[in-house]
């Protein structure tokens, strides 16, 4: 008898969706059925969903139909997606991808949908959540009043797309993005999921100099190792709280460490093959050090220190920077705009560019 094919689903940060579908295929053993909002639907052979680093989190799909609509009146559509799932097979493809074994000792679910509703998202938790408590015999907690899940449950999303409706069942004890890595935070630190895209678009390789000229809580740094290892990894801050902190969450790891001004930077000329970075000039963290009124130092130590074929992997808040680079000979490739908790960063690929402006000699430092 055929085995039916079973579904996975990893979401992720909006933005990140072809970054994730690209590491997914990169992987060799498995395909790509559908890539929507946030989300990418695939099939694998074996035990590859728990250790993508793209996605925020990684499910096995429970069930899939048709979205339910817009109105309250149309709720009673999702206890009918609840009724419908194969509980007991869930539970042995859980297994079978490497995800613990039963449904834990409760429910818990967290819903999203994308347009207008009568409805609001509690009001779908609620209407999915209690349907699987009683059919699995276990307890249901609600997130209604903002209280956090006990310890042990098994966490479950349904979406809402406006054309789908899909429930699924988190894979791992935990979701994806949070990191064992991660002991210890500073304001302002990165999302690992995207750390872990960016250093997949740098492409890095065993050998290449790969720097953070403000490193903060090193997130870049580990996420780059745990893609490439054999690179030489060197971050830089001022402030030596996120020094200690990026040592801390590095500990064990082929990564240096030290104080430094990102608009002076302690590296000879065309040192460093690639340049991985979320500079401070967001709303969290200002720009301190030699950059402080004048963030051009930025561009131009990053110009100085690449190699004639080094990449750098930047997120910014706005576009406005990118006219610092230009003259510097380093070259946007690729733009991509994320949602990221509220804010809307751009993703920046550049490499040398070619002609006048490859040959033209760095300004130095002012």
Known sequence: ??????????????????????????????????????????????????????????????????????????????????????????????????????????????????????????????????????????????????????????????????????????LGRRPAHRRAYKNATIPGTLHPPVAAAMAQAAELRPGQRVLDPCCGAGTLLIEAHHRAPGTTLLGFDLDPTARRTARQNAAGLPITVDHGDAGALPLPDRSVDRVLCNPPWGEQVGAGGRLAGHPERWWHELARVLTDEGRAVVLLPEAAGLGHALPLGLSPVHVQRLSLFGSSPLLIHLERGRGIGRRRRLAKRT
Do not use: K, Q
């Not at 990169?26 to 993508?52: K, N």
């Not at 979205?67 to 007991?88: C, I, K, M, Q």
């Not at 907690?141 to 789908?164: A, F, I, N, Q, V």
């Open 1 to 170: 008898m055929r085995t039916p094919r079973v579904f996975l689903v990893a979401r992720c940060v909006r933005g990140l969706e072809s970054a994730l579908g690209t590491e997914i295929l990169r992987t060799g053993s498995a395909t790509i059925d559908w890539i929507g909002h946030r989300e990418v639907g695939f099939s694998s052979a074996d035990g590859i969903a728990l250790r993508l680093r793209t996605a925020d989190d990684v499910f096995l799909l429970a069930h899939r139909r048709h979205d339910v609509g817009p109105h309250r009146s149309d709720l009673t559509g999702l206890t009918e997606l609840a009724r419908a799932v194969d509980l007991e097979g869930l539970v042995r493809e859980r297994v079978r991808h490497g995800g613990p074994p039963g449904l834990g000792d409760g429910i818990e679910i967290s819903a999203s949908f994308l347009g207008r509703r009568t409805y609001n998202r509690y009001d779908v938790e609620d209407t999915v959540g209690r349907v699987l408590a009683e059919r699995a015999g276990l307890p249901y907690h609600s997130r209604r009043h903002g209280e956090p899940p006990p310890p042990g449950h098994s966490g479950w999303r349904l979406t809402l797309d406006g054309t789908h409706a899909g429930l699924l069942l988190r």
